[in-house]
């Protein structure tokens, strides 16, 4: 059976990027608490032009630019932070990626989960049809209340990922395990801008989604832990990771060894929480920083509060170290421009201008650009 999966991945992220060291020293809380208790040591922040699309796209580019465009069918966009009620993110990114009409475009909603929901549908397009391939975007803005217990666990970031027969770089094996409860730890009504969260039940329900999504994926005869190599959860926060790691073992009645966990952390840690993209940019990191993966198992776990979790493993492809993209994401890492705290703050409020119309100023260094509201119509450009 052909084996299908992610043929290559690119990240993106903001213009801006915010200390937490500062932050902590801002609102008077121990930096260690955010370093070492939360596991993060910055968050990414997006310039006023920026938003999921303008992500989206900046990590869509530079597939399209080397794959071309030929059987992509689908593009599948997963976000929580959506820009309208009605018409898909990915709309937009198909026009600023100058995509051909004969690619359907449809978001995916369901918190942090919906990247993998995408990758899953995106799987079962091309199961159908082995010819075609599918672009997956998973990109979020994850704003809290300023000030509120959440804010240290902000960020933003994008993933893109081209999925097809024959992949370079995972082929994500048929059975996974999944795990659907309904639960109020994280959600966001219609009329506000940052979500609701009650943040001790949100690490519990967590847990037992992995151990849900765990359990069904052994009745589904899913492979065991000790034939997974590596293990990638979703990182709301790098620590969380650690939790969901050791709750596993133990529930399996195995020594914690986390060594392997701290490279899929590199990235997350310095973007901060990017909610459907989170697992993803792990997945990226460990890719890029782990030169013995060829042929290896790993496990990854996606989460989305609300909540619905999903346990995948997929085997990494032996060309995959000619595929990855360690250098770029670094350097869109490097680039950000520090913010100070008050000017995060100032950034944080003006994201509540709802007017009609609007223009933003000219920021981001991203290919591309929202301009605006006009005619109570959101305007997306090319910067270059
Ligand atoms: P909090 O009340 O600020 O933190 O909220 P805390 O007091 O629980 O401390 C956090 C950790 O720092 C603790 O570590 C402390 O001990 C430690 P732990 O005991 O848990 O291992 N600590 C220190 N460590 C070193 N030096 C110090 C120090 N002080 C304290 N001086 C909370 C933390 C995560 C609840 C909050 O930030 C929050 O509500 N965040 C948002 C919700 C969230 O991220 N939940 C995660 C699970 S749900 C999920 O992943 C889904 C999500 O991504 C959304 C979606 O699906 O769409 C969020």
């Known amino acids: ?7 290559d991945l690119a990240v993106a992220t903001t213009h801006h990027v915010l200390d937490l060291a500062e932050l902590a020293e801002a609102t008077g809380v121990e930096p260690a608490k955010y370093h070492r208790g939360l596991g993060q040591e910055q968050m990414s922040f997006p310039a006023p032009d920026e938003d999921i699309v303008t992500m989206g796209a900046s990590a869509a580019a530079p597939l399209l630019a080397e794959h071309g465009t030929d059987g992509i069918r689908s593009l599948l966009f997963a ?3 959506g820009v309208d009620q009605s018409k898909a993110a990915g709309v937009f990114a198909h026009h600023l990626l100058g995509l051909p009409s004969t690619v359907r475009t449809v978001e995916f909603k369901q918190a942090c989960y919906g990247g993998a ?3 899953q549908t995106a799987l079962g397009i091309v199961a159908r049809n082995p010819e075609e391939r599918v672009l997956v975007i998973a990109s979020d803005v994850a704003r809290y209340e300023l000030d509120g217990p959440a804010a240290p666990t902000q960020g933003a970031g994008a993933v893109a990922m081209l999925v097809s027969a024959d992949p370079a770089l995972l082929a994500i094996e048929p059975h996974s395990g999944v795990h659907t409860a309904d639960i109020d730890d994280f959600w966001r009504p219609n009329d506000t801008t940052t979500p609701l969260v009650d943040g001790a039940l949100s690490l519990q329900t967590y847990l037992d989604a992995l151990l849900g999504s ?6 589904h005869g899913g492979p065991g832990v000790d034939e997974i190599d590596r293990f990638l959860y979703h990182q709301p926060f790098t620590k969380m990771a650690r939790k969901a790691h050791a709750a596993l073992f133990r529930h399996e009645d195995r020594p914690v060894d986390e060594s392997a966990l701290e490279t899929s952390f590199l990235y997350n840690r310095q973007l901060g929480n990017s909610y459907t993209a989170s697992l993803f940019v792990g997945l990226a990191a460990l890719l890029d920083h782990d030169d013995d993966l060829a042929g290896r198992r790993l496990g990854l776990f996606s989460y989305g509060s609300g909540s619905v979790g999903e346990f995948l493993t997929g085997i990494v492809q032996s060309g995959y170290r000619e595929r990855r993209r360690r250098e770029a994401t670094e350097s869109v890492l490097a680039a950000r421009v520090p913010l100070t705290v008050e000017e995060y703050r100032a950034l944080h409020v003006s994201y509540t201008d709802d007017s009609d119309e609007r223009e933003t100023p000219r920021t981001t260094a991203a290919p591309f650009r929202f301009a605006g509201v006009r005619d109570r119509i959101r305007r997306y450009e090319r910067t270059a």
């Open 1 to 7: 059976m052909t084996s299908i999966g992610i043929h």
């Open 79 to 81: 976000t929580e932070s």
């Open 117 to 119: 929901a995408a990758l």
């Open 214 to 219: 765990w359990g069904d994926l052994q009745a």
